[in-house]
């Protein structure tokens, strides 16, 4: 079983939320800590031997991270992929985080349960934010306090970035090979899932969650 195992890199400057992250990855039989980094130097020298890990970070503390970090991940080791857990919700920074490749983004008011979905849904491929984060995305006047998970599967994303290409529920049918009903029902839990009411708002998320150029 451990050679199937979710490799995770813990990046965070908090002694307490690593041990804590620890602790609840121990418990888990699909993943595995690898490793752990306080710093940006340290988790620069730990990757390399990481193989593909799914990177937790915190760009939020003095001295630790910084949104930069994720860029760097993203270039010389593309196959990892980061999920940030933070509390600094600065609209800024969390478009900047998306921007620089990060995979999923949870605040630290989230469960054990989103944490974990949010590894294994990284390691699939697929993007992961809890509820706060996605209003922060969407833009929404009032962000929602809730910290519900908000998670597309890989279908769903390429739906998406269709729709942002500006094709019409038709035309995504056929470049996807799936019937038009099929097509309408990916839409309408992708505005679910979104809180959106909109395709616009759809396409705006797109952008924000650099799904497209």
Do not use: W
């Not at 400057?13 to 121990?26: D, K, S, V």
């Not at 940030?84 to 469960?111: H, M, N, P, W």
């Not at 294994?120 to 009032?142: N, S, Y």
């Not at 942002?164 to 470049?175: M, N, T, V």
Request: hydrophobic share 40%; with cysteine.
């Amino acid at each position: 079983m451990a050679n199937k195992s979710i490799p995770v890199l813990i990046a965070d400057a908090q002694y307490l939320i690593r041990t804590g992250l620890q602790a609840l990855i121990a418990q888990q039989s699909d993943m595995e800590v690898v490793a752990t980094a306080t710093h940006s130097s340290q988790l620069a020298l730990q990757l390399p031997a990481t193989n593909s890990a799914i990177v937790l970070m915190d760009y939020g503390s003095e001295g630790g991270f910084n949104p930069e970090d994720i860029g760097e991940i993203q270039e010389q080791h593309p196959d990892s992929q980061v999920v940030v857990i933070s509390s600094d919700l600065q609209q800024e920074k969390v478009l900047r985080a998306l921007s620089l490749g990060a995979r999923g983004f949870l605040t630290k008011y989230c469960d054990d349960t989103e944490i974990l979905e949010a590894i294994r849904a990284a390691a699939e491929g697929k993007k992961f934010f809890c509820q706060t984060v996605l209003d922060i995305i969407l833009q929404k006047d009032e962000a929602d306090s809730s910290c519900e998970p908000v998670h597309l599967s890989v279908r769903e994303l390429e739906v998406i970035r269709l729709m942002a290409d500006g094709l019409k529920a038709q035309s995504i049918a056929q470049e996807l090979h799936l019937s038009i009903h099929t097509v309408y029902t990916h839409r309408k839990n992708i505005l679910r899932k979104l809180g959106a009411q909109n395709a616009a708002e759809v396409i705006r998320y797109a952008y924000q969650a650099q799904l497209v150029e």
